[in-house]
């Protein structure tokens, strides 16, 4: 049987642009050839256009399907989770009233011991991962466990599944309980070496490109307190030998976390300075909380040009603190967000956007309380915007994952990494049934509006999948042109 070679979407498209701005546009259509990439976008096109675009292009119905949009719909690029514990969300929902260090040793390390056992693996990491799909993310950033075999399981579920990510072996050889911490520093680079080549090895997905895979491996060690000095020096090595490796780690997330660090690294100026001596800090480093930085600290952080990912829920959960985003922004540091379950208590990145977007407004409340007018372009003491909140849960992850040549926009030549969502259903529109506006819901198919009516109209209903949706509004998740996820897939 022949299969087109080209998948065209029509409807309405929202896709960030800048900090500060992102596009609206009606009537759009988004070529996705057989291998999952953009080949080409055209803005405005009428129905009645339609096949004339397309045979201006080209194209022939035996070459194309064509995916109208119904009313209500619109396309968006999918999230990037910049951070998050794949094997924690079994505990989502616990512990919230300690804080970090102390919930760590009685919460999330009994928890991560289980995943010894392959076979408790394979049967709780499958629904862990539907979960985060089926909140629309589309990127994700998994710690694992110290277990090679366990994030080999992982890794195979994630990949089966479609997911793009980035997934970690834990490096954590002590200050950890001693049913849960590595043998010995060579054991852990070993290990870390093996999950490195057993990722690679696999097939690269429906790209067919090795240079875009769906799975790439990372350095993962957990963070400072748990790593010997060896380990660090090993890890050194290794990352020093392959650019390619991506680095997670975590950074001053507690202010007690962050003086047991000082006292472990005397030697070093402060807590990014112990990363950046065993040459951890680098265009492919994500840094997770970074909430209690010092002004050197976000120096050598946009010097070295590392990622930070916002995981304000966890932030708030765990009481740690509030970390200053806008400062960061101003400051020309890259940034995304993360859910950091089970720290946060969703696996969903609209969670993460409306906290990011309460934590910038305690901020702003404690900073501005007189909310004094802040500079065109600058974010430090204000309430993030609406534009910044989506730009940090696409393009901004993108940028920290140093894919953003890839993913975290509609573009022509990038990977349709994207979400159809679905605002039409007002029942599944969270809390207020017969809120939305019915002339929301027809911009899709509306082709008398003016072009200002019809972008006020998609920026309602962004506003409300922002502040109001959940997994229910997920029409469709595509990785790589390919569906796998979404309500339309269950």
Request: glycine share 8%; hydrophobic share 35%; aromatic share 8%.
């Amino acid at each position: 049987m022949f299969t087109p070679t080209i998948t065209v979407y029509y409807g309405s498209l929202i896709n960030p642009t800048t900090l500060t701005s992102y596009e609206t546009v009606t009537g759009c259509l988004i070529a996705v050839n057989a291998h999952g990439n953009i080949d080409w976008i055209i803005h405005d096109v009428k129905d009645s256009s339609i096949q004339e675009t397309l045979l201006q292009k080209g194209l022939f119905d035996a070459d194309v399907t064509i995916v109208p949009l119904q009313e209500g719909q619109f396309i968006m690029p999918g999230f990037v989770d910049t951070h998050t514990h794949a094997p924690q969300v079994p505990n989502t929902g616990t512990g919230y009233q300690s804080e970090l260090l102390d919930w760590l040793e009685n919460f999330t390390f009994p928890m991560e011991a289980n995943f010894q056992d392959v076979d408790f693996a394979k049967k709780v990491y499958p629904s862990i991962i539907k979960k985060f799909i089926a909140s629309g993310t589309t990127t994700c950033c998994y710690y694992g466990t110290l277990h090679l075999e366990s994030n080999k399981v992982l890794t195979d579920i994630v990949h089966s599944l479609g997911q793009r990510a980035l997934i970690g072996k834990c490096n954590m050889d002590r200050n950890c309980p001693s049913y849960y911490i590595e043998p010995s520093s060579s054991r852990s680079i070993s290990d870390t070496q093996a999950f490195i080549s057993y990722v690679r090895s696999l097939a690269p997905g429906p790209s067919n490109n090795p240079g875009n895979p769906l799975i790439y491996p990372v350095v993962t060690p957990r963070f400072a307190i748990s790593c010997t000095n060896e380990l660090l020096s090993s890890l050194k090595t290794l990352v020093h030998l392959d650019t390619r490796l991506h680095i997670q780690t975590h950074i001053s997330e507690n202010m007690k976390e962050v003086e047991y660090t000082k006292e472990l690294y005397p030697d070093c100026e402060h807590y990014a300075g112990v990363y950046d001596s065993y040459g951890l800090l680098r265009n492919n480093t994500i840094l997770a909380h970074a909430i209690w930085l010092q002004e050197k600290e976000i120096d050598l952080v946009k010097e070295r040009e590392v990622g930070i990912s916002h995981c304000p829920t966890s932030n708030f959960n765990l009481r740690s603190g509030i970390a200053p985003i806008g400062k960061y922004l101003d400051r020309g540091v890259k940034i995304g967000l993360g859910t950091d379950v089970s720290g946060g208590f969703s696996a969903s990145m609209l969670v993460a956007m409306r906290n990011a977007s309460i934590a910038s407004t305690v901020v702003a409340l404690q900073n501005n309380p007189t909310n004094a007018p802040i500079k065109e372009g600058k974010f430090a003491n204000r309430q993030l915007p609406l534009a910044t909140l989506l730009y940090l849960a696409t393009k901004g992850g993108a940028e920290v994952c140093v894919l953003d040549q890839q993913i975290g926009s509609l573009e022509p030549g990038k990977s349709f990494d994207a979400l159809i969502v679905d605002m039409s259903n007002i029942s599944s529109t969270s809390k207020w049934p017969g809120d939305v506006d019915p002339a929301l819901r027809k911009i899709s198919t509306t082709t008398s509006s003016s072009r200002s009516s019809s972008r006020a109209i998609l920026e309602g209903l962004l506003e409300k999948f922002v502040f109001c949706g959940d997994d229910r509004n997920v029409f469709a998740v595509f990785v790589q042109g390919k569906l796998i996820g979404g309500t339309s897939y269950a």
